[in-house]
């Protein structure tokens, strides 16, 4: 089973820009996302990354500001979140996915919060 830790959350001000990074247990060469859920909301995709980082999607809400990439070598995923905004306040999760198309989750992170401010 794969154990997947996720750091770099914290409280930033609108307009800035927080790095996030996942590690996972061991090498796994399947595709990986971000979902994040808001207070009282359930949660939602952010964006998901093929196994070596050549495929890329976003939800609409975090296009052309978040950047999904993986470094293999470290069994790492990271987020950039730039210009985040108050609406981008929440809990994210990172994933390893059972299939990209349906983003079918196998193993979920615990979590780590970010806030922003307005």
């Known amino acids: 089973q794969v154990q997947l830790a996720e750091s770099g959350g914290g409280l930033v001000q609108a307009g800035g820009s927080l790095r996030l990074s996942c590690a996972a247990s061991e090498r796994t060469l399947y595709p990986m996302g971000w979902f994040r859920q808001a207070p009282g909301k359930e949660r939602e995709f952010v964006g998901v990354?093929?196994?070596?980082?050549?495929?890329?999607n976003y939800a609409d809400s975090v296009k052309g500001r978040f950047t999904i990439s993986r470094d293999n070598a470290k069994n790492t995923l990271y987020l950039q979140m730039n210009s985040l905004k108050p609406e981008d306040t929440a809990v994210y999760y990172c994933?390893?996915?059972?299939?990209?198309?349906?983003?079918?989750?196998?193993?979920w992170g615990k979590g780590t919060l970010v806030t922003v401010s307005s």
């Open positions: 990354i093929d196994w070596n980082g050549a495929f890329t």
């Open positions: 994933a390893v996915l059972q299939n990209i198309a349906t983003r079918t989750v196998d193993y």
